[in-house]
């Protein structure tokens, strides 16, 4: 059961953490938790992930690993050797996946999060490992006929806003996911 949110919705942001934090309340505080956001910064619809990844290192994440920027992007050619890198250095890890895909044209603008994998680059027909333990996508554009030309044509300030929005989301959920944690360990917590 996925969630699906209007990132033009008022409350998006606070929607997008409600439902990261469904999965995010399953998680043992033994493991450490992994937002992988994929894509690349050369391509305007493709840069979603990089974009996620940006904003949220200026953040405090709250003991998570940020991993995909835009100085460091995590894309088709280096994820499989980055999915080895992260399992080698965080072996209990949980990943949250973080991508753009394309869609049905009613549904550009929606930010999909839900349970088990995402499988990057499957709109471009790439063969590439499915990774995540929760995933949560941004519809930037419609599929179907050149999709690459699509990606590379998607409106810039769409990606920025949906990035602002699932990183901002991803932030509270962290936040609100220590505090309950806080609250587990110290039940004299406020």
């Known amino acids: 059961m996925k969630d699906w949110i209007d990132v033009f919705r008022s409350?998006?942001?606070?929607?997008?953490?409600?439902?990261?934090?469904?999965?995010?309340?399953?998680?043992s505080m033994n493991n450490r938790i992994v937002i992988l956001c994929i894509g690349t910064d050369r391509s305007t619809g493709d840069s979603l992930g990089p974009l996620v990844g940006?904003?949220?290192?200026?953040?405090?994440?709250?003991?998570?690993m940020?991993?995909?920027?835009?100085?460091?992007p995590v894309h088709a050619t280096n994820?499989?050797?980055?999915?080895?890198?992260?399992n080698k250095e965080v072996p209990n890890n949980f990943i949250i996946a973080v991508d753009a895909c394309l869609g049905t044209h009613g549904n550009i603008g929606y930010i999909t999060i839900g349970k088990g994998p995402l499988k990057p680059g499957a709109g471009l027909k790439k063969e590439l490992p499915e990774t995540g333990d929760?995933?949560?996508?941004?519809?930037?554009?419609?599929?179907?006929?050149?999709?690459?030309?699509v990606l590379q044509n998607t409106r810039l300030s769409l990606v920025m806003k949906m990035s602002e929005t699932i990183a901002d989301g991803l932030q509270y959920a962290l936040w609100?996911?220590?505090?309950?944690?806080?609250k587990i360990l110290n039940p004299y917590i406020q």
């Open 11 to 27: 409350n998006a942001v606070l929607e997008v953490s409600k439902a990261v934090l469904k999965h995010l309340n399953k998680v």
């Open 54 to 64: 940006y904003r949220l290192s200026r953040y405090h994440t709250l003991s998570a």
């Open 66 to 72: 940020v991993v995909g920027t835009l100085d460091q």
């Open 79 to 86: 994820l499989c050797e980055t999915l080895e890198r992260i």
């Open 134 to 149: 929760i995933h949560i996508t941004g519809i930037v554009n419609h599929g179907g006929f050149m999709d690459f030309m």
């Open 176 to 182: 609100k996911y220590h505090r309950n944690n806080e």
